[in-house]
């Protein structure tokens, strides 16, 4: 089994920083997939960004240029520097892990940005 845990969220103004974290624990097999999407109020859950287990990253074309995934393989965390914060991005950010065919999702993290 796998947990995943996100962390990081908060409230912060427009054009502000924040750096979220996924963590994975458990019986983990490196390196694995994993990708975070976001969910605002009254609409679907989107993907954000999200890395192969080769290391290839794609964005979402909305966050490009402001949004960096990266991940650290022997902490098993996955991060998201998000900069230049917008309004547009508040939503509850989820983080799934890809391992051994499954799909892992943690509880997310709010992230609330202020104009």
């Known amino acids: ?10 409230s912060v103004q427009a054009g ?6 996924c963590a994975a ?21 989107e993907l954000v960004a999200t890395i192969t287990s080769s290391g290839n990253v794609n964005y979402q074309d909305a ?15 996955v ?3 998000m900069n230049n914060l917008k309004p547009g991005d508040t939503a509850i950010y989820y983080c799934n892990v890809f391992i051994r065919d ?7 993290t709010q992230v609330t940005v202020s104009s």
Not at 1 to 10: A, F, L, M, W, Y
Not at 102 to 108: D, E, N, P
């Open 25 to 45: 624990s458990g019986s983990i097999s490196r390196p694995y997939a994993a990708g975070w999407y976001r969910q605002a109020p009254g609409k679907q859950r």
């Open 79 to 81: 991060y998201l520097q």
């Open 16 to 21: 502000g920083s924040l750096r979220l974290s």
């Open 102 to 108: 499954t799909l892992y999702w943690g509880q997310g």
């Open 63 to 77: 966050v490009k240029g402001r949004f960096t995934l990266s991940r650290d393989n022997a902490q098993n965390t």
């Open 1 to 10: 089994q796998v947990q995943v845990v996100e962390s990081g969220g908060g």
